[in-house]
């Protein structure tokens, strides 16, 4: 393999032709499949004189026909990745294809593959060229039809995207459907599936009075799992109408739940495809957490109809116009189901846990990269998280009304087009007359801004002062940056915790008033764009204490002087429910630095006891909500705590975070127990906010009395293990014992499996449950694992599950005879001849490996090492080695 080459934004450059309609044809066989496309091609400019660029890799073409006729040998070329037709005629002409592929061999699960005996295809972001010949790229958008012929009683449901407009027998056994799709759409979006399957069947009528029919399809025995997912699309369609005012343009929406899927889920037009863990659930196998999953990434696909297939991206670079837009569209969606205020926390804990330390690491980039080797790896935590909080911002300037009239003129202006970001901007901004200043450096500027603030409250003037100043850290390929505009969203407490009312504010030395039809308002938001700055508000009658950055209304490191007081005092009384979260996460994240620096240097570690007290209330106060208390009385992650440290020390964090764990289940336990005996589950299973938020106060207390010594709570730990009548509060019991090694723990573990052996999904979490376990030298049990029956390399989900489960596990991970490290880079090896795109997100495990001790920095670069020496390596893997070693 030469160098693999890497593609800037830069250097794009519009089609030389375009494509109109596209006819395919598959003859799907046990050996190969036959592929016959028949494409209407223009020039873009007419009587333009190019040669035609075609994608295709690992695709054996048998015969090439231009407006009817054979090509002859020197009229075109083939290399490993191009069809290259020289001279073209002139004007439209069409173009025939004939190609063999061998779906029965194709581990990558990108193109087209077969999952438990069912044929399915994976396109985005450049798996079209693994079908046919193509120019696989999304300005080219085509009007597609599909035709199917396969075995009758292998295949007997085939499905493309749009409509069925044919089906028939055929000789032989063999059956065929004919599917048209009305709409124009990139090659990414197209789809087939054909095998056993069953469908759970219902219908929507949308507010045009049109009746939709819906289809979510699995081996048949598990329909009876799909009612959640069905009750989820349905919700999506009616929240995309009421909140968006966006209808189903077809009348036939499929859902298809495969085992073999490398993500989550895909858009494809009408024909979604799943990996089948965020498709099925029922209560005894499911847990909350797969529910509410479930809710937002059936919502999340359903969105792309109008957020990346109706409007798609002009090239991959554009990833996040659809892909921030639309995760940003589903978290809305969610907090619209259950609680905001709790799902804005999990949101924003998982941008600290997650993109913080990729934007802060090698593999640093922009919402909207410059440049690529191989596309897959960029479907990351930036461009989807990062990018969702960018559209988050443009909603916190313009508010509700004005964030939708952008969406509505985006819609009205590019519906059919592949646009860009500064599209999405350019409507925001026009719908709304809007000064956004410098706002496009979100999209350009990777790394995450610092912001300091200092307040001063000077009583003769009655003024309260904040300064700002920021700073954005340098990343790979940008040295030097520029200050953003950050969005501040503020209120200022009074002494006995209420929002003082805010009229006008002196800002670079001009008096702007912030009133609302002069009356006071008791928010704002600030418009930092500078790299120092500073605003006073005035008539302010008392020292206040600031509630900064509410609802996080932009994704930065806000470091503040509030002291303790003023942080246990917003704990307390915020009226913004994320702030009070995020005051007590403060508090901790304090309070585990300096207990992790205590360990380091051997002194005795000390809880403060304000820090219990103020849990405490939290956790006793009945006007909280429930699933917001479980968030409240849960520590900063071990990761996110290592993120803010110089050297990274896994053993200390874990040690902090498990001694100040203990603490509080001591302190704390009779109010732990009363959570647990108040919380049990009362009548069936259901899925919504107060059962969910119930059952997570009571398993977050549950884990926590797990870590007493007593025979009593080990008692009650192991009830709730046997009691429990539903999969969330099993797993809870389960997670909650395994914390502690011994007999206990092998004996439940082993139950566990025996229950649930026959259920694969469920078995996944068995795995992921001891791969991320803490243990001491669990990497043995890991590699047991590796050869148990349950396990399987080429699945994606188990791969996830125990290797991705053992990435995430602090001490195991880690290990400083090197162990862990060793063991990731033989997986990964293996894993990069089966599937480099799961080998290529298990080795960006490694990525961070800068930010440990030099011990451990030399282990792991010996693995990045070995790795980028090995044959026959996948640009993939390379790309994430080689930018994790520079
Ligand atoms: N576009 C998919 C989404 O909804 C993700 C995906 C990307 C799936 C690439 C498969 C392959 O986010
Ligand atoms: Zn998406």
Do not use: T, V
């Given at each position: 393999m030469g160098t693999p080459k890497e593609i800037f934004l830069k250097d794009y450059k519009m089609p030389d032709y375009y494509f109109d309609t596209v006819d395919l044809k598959f003859l799907l066989g046990e050996e190969k499949t036959i592929v016959n496309s028949k494409i209407t091609v223009f020039p873009r400019v007419e009587g333009s004189k190019f040669p035609l660029v075609l994608n295709g890799d690992d695709v054996k073409l048998i015969s090439i026909k231009v407006n009817n006729e054979d090509l002859k040998e020197d009229d075109y070329v083939l290399d490993s990745r191009h069809l290259t037709i020289l001279s073209p005629p002139t004007g439209s002409f069409t173009l025939e294809i004939v190609n063999e592929i061998c779906p029965q061999n194709n581990t990558s699960l990108e193109g087209l593959y077969k999952s438990s005996g069912n044929f399915c295809t994976q396109c985005e972001a450049e798996g079209f060229r693994k079908i046919t010949f193509y120019q696989d790229r999304p300005d080219i958008m085509a009007k597609y039809t599909c035709r199917i012929e396969a075995d009758k009683s292998l295949y007997p449901v085939l499905l493309s995207n749009g409509n069925l407009i044919e089906q028939g027998d055929l000789e032989g056994g063999k059956h065929y459907a004919l599917w048209e799709d009305p709409f124009k759409k990139p090659s990414y979006l197209f789809a087939l599936v054909a095998g056993k399957l069953a469908s759970r069947d219902d219908s929507f009528v949308t507010r045009s009075g049109r009746k939709i029919s819906l289809k979510i399809w699995t081996p048949a025995e598990d329909v009876p799992k799909t009612e959640h997912a069905m009750y989820s699309l349905k919700a999506a369609m009616k929240w995309d109408e009421d909140v968006f005012g966006l209808e189903y343009d077809l009348d036939l929406f499929n859902v298809v739940a495969v085992p073999d899927f490398n993500m989550g889920a895909m858009e494809n037009k009408s024909l979604n495809i799943f990996n089948s863990k965020l498709v099925l659930a029922s209560p005894e196998t499911a847990s909350d957490g797969d529910y509410a999953a479930i809710l937002g990434v059936i919502g999340h696909e359903y969105f792309h109809n109008w957020t990346g297939n109706r409007v798609t991206c002009?090239?991959?670079?554009?990833l996040s116009l659809k892909e921030g837009l639309t995760v940003f569209r589903d978290q809305e969606f969610s907090s619209d189901m259950g609680s905001r205020a709790v799902k804005r926390i999990a949101d924003v804990s998982r941008l600290r846990n997650y993109q913080f330390p990729q934007d802060s690491g090698p593999m640093a980039h922009p919402v909207r990269p410059h440049s690529y080797i191989k596309m897959d790896n960029f479907y990351t935590v930036t461009v989807y998280e990062k990018g969702a909080e960018v559209v988050r911002m443009y909603k916190t300037l313009l508010g509700s009304q004005g964030f939708r009239e952008g969406m509505d003129l985006y819609f009205k202006r590019h519906d059919g087009q592949a646009v860009t970001c500064e599209d999405f901007y350019a409507a925001m901004r026009d719908a709304n007359d809007a000064?956004?200043?410098?706002?496009?450096?979100w999209y350009s500027q990777a790394g995450t801004p610092q912001v300091k603030v200092t307040s001063s409250y000077n009583s003769d003037g009655r003024t309260f002062t904040l300064k700002f100043r920021q700073e954005v850290p340098p990343t790979p390929g940008q040295a030097v940056k520029e200050p953003m505009f950050i969005p501040v969203a503020l209120g200022l407490l009074d002494s006995s915790g209420n929002n003082l009312g805010l009229s006008s504010i002196y800002h670079d030395g001009v008096l702007q008033s912030i009133s609302d039809n002069d009356q006071p308002v008791y928010s704002t938001v600030l418009r930092l764009t500078k790299k120092e700055e500073e605003f006073v508000f005035t008539n302010i009658p008392e020292r206040p204490v600031p509630s900064l950055l509410r609802g996080y209304s932009a994704p930065v490191r806000m470091e503040t002087d509030l002291s303790d007081d003023d942080l246990f005092f917003l704990l307390a009384y915020d009226s913004d429910e994320f702030n009070r979260w995020e005051a007590g996460q403060v508090l901790a994240r304090k309070l585990m630095l300096q207990l992790v620096s205590d360990h380091q240097h051997n002194k005795t570690l000390v809880l403060n006891s304000k820090f219990v007290e103020g849990l405490r209330s939290i956790l006793t106060d009945?006007?909280?909500?429930k699933e917001f208390i479980a968030k409240a009385i849960t520590l900063p992650g071990e990761g996110e705590i290592m993120d803010m440290m110089e050297v990274a020390d896994p053993d200390a964090v874990h040690a902090v975070r498990t001694f100040i764990r203990k603490q509080l289940a001591n302190a704390l336990k009779a109010e732990f127990l009363a959570a647990v005996e108040n919380n049990r589950s009362s009548a069936a299973y259901v899925f919504n906010h107060p059962e969910l938020a119930r059952r997570a106060l009571k398993n977050t207390a549950l884990a926590y009395l797990a870590l007493l010594e007593d025979a009593e709570t080990a008692n009650l730990v192991l009830n709730e293990y046997k009691n429990a009548s539903n999969m969330t509060d099993q797993f809870a019991a389960l997670v909650a014992i395994a914390q502690k090694p011994g007999e206990t723990r092998d004996t439940i573990l082993a139950d566990f499996y025996a229950k649930w052996q026959h259920d694969y999904l469920v078995v996944n979490k068995w795995l992921a449950l001891q791969a991320m376990s803490?243990?001491?030298?669990?990497i043995e049990n890991v590699k047991n694992l590796l050869n148990h029956k349950a396990f399987d390399l080429r699945n994606p989900n188990k791969v996830y599950s125990l290797i991705g489960g053992f990435c995430g596990s602090t001490v195991n991970f880690h290990a400083k005879d090197g162990s862990g490290y060793e063991f990731l880079g033989e997986v990964v090896m293996q894993l990069d001849k089966i599937n480099p795109q799961v080998a290529s997100r298990m080795v960006?495990?490694?990525?961070?490996?800068?930010?440990?001790?030099e011990h451990r920095q030399n282990l792991a670069k010996a693995q990045l090492e070995k790795i980028l020496s090995a044959n026959g390596l996948s640009e993939n893997v390379f790309e994430i080695a080689s930018k994790s070693l520079a």
């Open positions: 002009r090239d991959w670079f554009q000064d956004f200043a410098n706002f496009l450096l009945s006007s909280l909500d803490d243990i001491p030298g669990n960006s495990a490694f990525s961070r490996w800068k930010r440990y001790d």
